[in-house]
């Protein structure tokens, strides 16, 4: 018994030393926090570029579907879904960065807001597609009787309804968009990866600072996803 208390008492003493060494000596956890809000900023207005870019898109290949029209536009938008999820979210940050912006001096957190943005917008495009596509063709049908117009129609009678279809999909495209964020370091940008793993390379510990990135990622995941079943729910009661 003795020996278990022992060990229980020194290991307690380690970890008490490593947590203050990696955290608390020259105020490390503030890297942690400085880079987590830098991951909030980037995953809060690239998910918002992605949800614009792919309802754009979405609308322009679900009316080329169902009427035909807008081939060459729809063409394009071919083009931008093809390129964009037949390669690496990686390699479109750093073209993004050191060829399209490389003459420019442009704030990091900019450049992946947009290379963020844009990759998520490919697939956002498809999700909402997938949602409009699946809503009833008697649903158009309706809405025109009523002497609405073909936008009038879309906006005010199909997309919300693609909209509540396609929210657990969209949800899950956030929680992908929040973890591909961590590669933001490729550019120097200090994001909550990026702090954990200079705390690594100031303490010469591995194991306390990637945890900590590991369980913040992991607790605001858990906490997306409890609120975004919320909302499934009380928009389910309210059918």
Request: glycine share 6%.
């Amino acid at each position: 018994m003795q020996s278990v208390i022992s060990w229980i008492q020194a290991s307690w003493a380690d970890f008490s030393d490593s947590f203050y060494i990696n955290f608390v000596k020259d105020d490390r956890w503030k890297y942690l926090s400085d880079g987590f809000l830098v991951t909030l900023e980037i995953a809060f207005f690239a998910v918002l570029l992605g949800i614009l870019l792919g309802f754009a898109v979405a609308v322009i290949r679900s009316t080329h579907d169902k009427t035909g029209r807008l081939r060459f536009l729809n063409l394009l938008c071919k083009i931008y879904l093809t390129v964009i999820r037949g390669t690496p979210v990686v390699v479109q940050l750093l073209i993004i960065y050191f060829v399209i912006f490389g003459s420019v001096n442009v704030s990091k957190v900019l450049v992946a807001i947009v290379a963020f943005g844009v990759n998520s917008g490919a697939y956002v495009a498809e999700i909402i597609r997938s949602g409009i596509m699946s809503i009833d063709k008697g649903q158009f049908e309706a809405g025109r009787s009523l002497g609405l117009s073909y936008l009038q129609t879309m906006v005010y009678i199909i997309l919300p309804q693609a909209f509540k279809n396609v929210l657990p999909a969209l949800g899950n495209e956030f929680i992908v968009l929040l973890k591909e964020t961590s590669v933001s370091g490729y550019i120097a940008l200090q994001d909550l990866t990026k702090a954990g793993d200079i705390i690594r390379s100031q303490t010469y510990t591995a194991f306390m600072p990637l945890i900590a990135v590991a369980v913040i990622y992991l607790a605001v995941v858990m906490l997306f996803s409890f609120l975004l079943g919320k909302l499934e729910r009380r928009l389910k009661n309210n059918e």
